[in-house]
């Protein structure tokens, strides 16, 4: 870490020395770089105060320190021991989720800050408005495939349906049969392969126009720090990324196209928010 960066560590947090806020953490810096899309916000008591996001072509290492602390002085707010950062850990880019998952391990060991994971597909449909019906959150896997988790709202909560799966379009398209929209960079890539299976019953909500929310990512952190104020232990929280990475595919006898994922609708999963 250069000396300016050490500044800039500085500048960002109070430090350990300063007062705890409650439990629940009066301010939650929430981070998404699961997509190119780099997307930061600034939870303040429940309420999002500031978001930033920015499409990248290459990296998010130069640019997700400049848009943190673009949000912290646009909100005129210093994290403190005590707040959290929240941070989705996947699934998504691998490269993408360890840069976010790093830059905020080495935030909230310089601030005293609590840290959250929280699931990418979560916050994508957390962040999804006037959805009826199924929700699909659905991302480019490459290969062929996609990261996706399909939602239903029960009364005002929303829900997910099995846990998130890496699997080809059509196969979800298939197995979802009716009406279903579809959010994420995957609606980009497969938004034609999800129409000619559903045909009018999918409804495309491009990532252009609807793109990672941080203010998402910090609200599922809020709702989990409410029931464990700990959060998430350093040391351990990793990016859940679904399948093996690229070197350890070309490996393997079988790669992503040829290993059939189970897929279970059945268990109910609320988002608590």
Do not use: N
Not at 126 to 147: F, H, M, N, S, V
Not at 153 to 159: D, H, L, P
Not at 169 to 181: D, K, L, N, T, Y
Not at 246 to 268: M, R, Y
Request: glycine share 10%.
């Amino acid at each position: 870490m250069t000396a300016r960066s050490g500044v800039r560590w500085q500048r960002l947090t109070a430090g350990s020395e300063a007062a705890s806020p409650p439990a629940s953490a009066r301010r939650i810096l929430g981070i998404d770089t699961s997509t190119w899309t780099c997307a930061v916000a600034l939870l303040r008591d429940g309420e999002v105060r500031e978001e930033r996001r920015e499409r990248t072509g290459s990296s998010h290492a130069g640019v997700l320190p400049r848009l943190v602390e673009d949000v912290l002085h646009a909100a005129g707010e210093t994290l403190a021991a005590g707040d959290a950062v929240a941070v989705a850990i996947g699934p998504g880019s691998f490269t993408g989720l360890r840069i976010a998952l790093s830059f905020a391990k080495g935030f909230a060991l310089a601030g005293g800050l609590r840290i959250v994971g929280v699931p990418t597909l979560d916050a994508l449909a957390l962040a999804t408005p006037g959805w009826e019906g199924r929700l699909c959150a659905a991302l480019d896997a490459r290969k062929q495939e996609i990261y996706a988790a399909l939602y239903e709202r029960e009364g005002e909560r929303i829900i997910r349906l099995g846990s998130p799966v890496a699997i080809t379009a059509v196969r979800m398209a298939e197995a979802i049969g009716g009406p279903c929209s579809f959010i994420g960079d995957a609606v980009e890539a497969y938004g034609e392969v999800f129409r000619r299976a559903l045909g009018a019953a999918a409804v495309l909500l491009p990532s252009s126009q609807y793109p990672p929310s941080g203010g998402a990512v910090a609200r599922l952190a809020a709702a989990r720090l409410c029931r464990e104020a700990v959060g998430d232990d350093l040391s351990r929280l990793a990016p859940a990324y679904l399948r093996p990475p690229e070197a350890e595919l070309t490996q393997s006898i079988s790669g992503p196209s040829t290993a059939k994922s189970a897929l279970t609708f059945v268990d109910k999963v609320p988002l608590v928010y």
